[in-house]
């Protein structure tokens, strides 16, 4: 099992980005999966989770109308669109198949003027 996030970065407040997670070595479309952070100092948090099929997405509720899970099976990707940035979003963001037990290694996000 492989995840490998992608598209972390400097922002400024307000700013957007998009995270994107590659997995590999089963069968992605089977899976539900998660966005989790972690900032310095802080406990893990569950930010989104998105259904096998992309059918149904949950957020946690600070990030609910900003943030946006999806999914495309075909490339074995999952998505996490970031509007409206705020200073607190600074974490490190992994995917992770919860089934699994796997997650990624991260990307970094800041949000910073």
């Known amino acids: 099992v492989q995840l490998v996030e992608s598209g972390g970065g400097l922002v400024q407040p307000g700013g957007s980005l998009r995270l994107s997670c590659v997995a590999s070595?089963?069968?992605?479309?089977?899976?539900?999966m998660s966005w989790l952070r972690q900032a310095p100092g802080k406990e893990r948090e569950l930010v989104a989770f998105?259904?096998?099929?992309?059918?149904?997405?949950n957020y946690m509720e600070s990030v609910k109308g900003r943030f946006t899970v999806s999914r495309d099976n075909a490339r074995n990707t999952v998505y996490l669109q970031m509007n409206s940035l705020k200073p607190e979003d600074t974490a490190v963001y992994y995917c992770?198949?919860?089934?699994?037990?796997?997650r990624g290694q991260g990307t970094q996000v800041t949000v910073s003027s």
């Open positions: 998105i259904t096998s099929d992309g059918g149904i997405a």
């Open positions: 070595g089963f069968t992605f479309s089977s899976y539900a």
């Open positions: 992770y198949a919860q089934r699994l037990a796997s």
